[in-house]
T-cell receptor, first 114, second 115 residues
Framework: GAGVSQTPSNKVTEKGKYVELRCDPI?????LYWYRQSLGQGPEFLIY????????DSGLPNDRFFAVRPEGSVSTLKIQRTERGDSAVYLC????????????FGPGTRLTVL | AQSVSQHNHHVILSEAASLELGCNYS??????LFWYVQYPGQHLQLLLK??????LVKGIKGFEAEFIKSKFSFNLRKPSVQWSDTAEYFC?????????????FGQGTELSVKP
């Protein structure tokens, strides 16, 4: 079956611009996670959705970062006033119900801020 | 700060050699433990996980890991590696009391297996 998909695969933007990154989870998965992976590092947790609600947003680095999941499936990560330090691969994962369920990762979106 | 540490940044082995990758975490209490793998050009995928019970966990592709509570460790092992095991390996932990299952990852170990 279809896995987690993310679009775009690559995004290049200029400092100060606004970007949106999209995640399509596996159908039927209620839990959705966003992570950020910088070069040479492991993924860093950003936010977790259970259904439509953000159950844990403790990893969002500041108020320039925001994510939504309005219908409990597709999620969008939004970054305002991008900075060069935001350059990273943004990963999305979904799991059936959250908790200890296996998280299935997408291919990621590589964001480059010039 | 509470964290997950992987001791080796890059490991190079010949085929048929034995593998052990170290992972330590600094959280007290009950944690869930995971090893993920990322093959070149592919997504992160789960190798194995430990929640409770037998501390020796078997995963896919002949990998296993041992949870040693007293050492806060969850080392990954494979008796005989193959060229196809070349990948990056990540240890991850769900912190105590976290119901949602967020993962805290180590920095990763790149494994290169020479044919």
């Amino acid at each position: 079956g279809a896995g987690v998909s993310q679009t775009p695969s690559n995004k290049v933007t200029e400092k100060g611009k606004y970007v949106e990154l999209r995640c399509d989870p596996i159908s039927g998965h209620t839990a959705l996670y966003w992570y950020r992976q910088s070069l040479g590092q492991g993924p860093e947790f950003l936010i977790y959705f259970q259904g439509t609600g953000a159950a844990d947003d403790s990893g969002l680095p500041n108020d320039r970062f925001f994510a939504v999941r309005p219908e409990g499936s597709v999620s969008t990560l939004k970054i305002q006033r991008t900075e060069r330090g935001d350059s990273a691969v943004y990963l999305c994962a979904s799991s059936l119900t959250g908790g200890g369920d296996t998280q299935y990762f997408g291919p990621g979106t590589r964001l480059t801020v010039l | 700060a509470q964290s997950v540490s992987q001791h080796n940044h890059h490991v190079i082995l010949s085929e048929a050699a034995s593998l052990e990758l170290g992972c330590n975490y600094s959280y007290g209490g009950t944690v869930n433990l995971f090893w993920y793998v990322q093959y070149p050009g592919q997504h992160l995928q789960l190798l194995l996980k430990y929640f409770s019970g037998d501390p020796l966990v078997k995963g896919i592709k002949g990998f296993e890991a041992e949870f040693i509570k007293s050492k806060f460790s969850f080392n990954l092992r494979k008796p005989s590696v193959q060229w196809s095991d070349t990948a990056e390996y990540f240890c991850a932990v769900t912190p105590p009391g976290n119901q949602g299952g967020k993962l805290i990852f180590g920095q990763g170990t790149e494994l290169s297996v020479k044919p």
